[in-house]
Nanobody, 126 residues
């Protein structure tokens, strides 16, 4: 079964850190672009980053630059979003997504949206 599964969300105080995981099954993730998105109830889903192992391209939304970092572990068929200095406005459900085909670049602000995970809740509150 082809799927993405996110984990690692939780309740964290402002200024804290989290590492979100996105594990793939049913296909090798290493040549696929991975996008991270977040959504707050009542608002549109927001793309926060894209990371492509294929050409090393990556980009981040201005609101998360210098705080969010992508990483990949091909042995575990997983990607990670390291989030530091969390702010209350980072509270959202976070999703990872990828394409239906490998080899896509993240250049030009591209976000893959072919296959989605179920999401993981991140709540930043004191």
């Amino acid at each position: 079964q082809v799927q993405l599964v996110e984990s690692g969300g939780g309740l964290v105080q402002p200024g804290g850190s989290l590492r979100l995981s996105c594990e793939a099954s049913g296909f090798p993730l290493d040549n696929y672009a991975i996008g991270w998105f977040r959504q707050v109830p009542g608002k549109a889903r927001e793309g926060v980053s894209c990371f492509a192992n294929y050409d090393g391209s990556t980009h981040y939304a201005d609101s998360v630059k210098d705080r969010f970092t992508n990483a990949r572990d091909n042995a575990k068929n997983a990607v990670y979003l390291q989030i530091s200095n969390l702010k209350p406005e980072d509270t959202a459900v976070y999703y990872c997504a990828t394409d239906s085909s490998p080899g896509q670049s993240c250049s030009g602000g591209y976000f893959p949206q072919g296959l989605w995970g179920q999401g993981t809740q991140v709540t930043v509150s004191s």
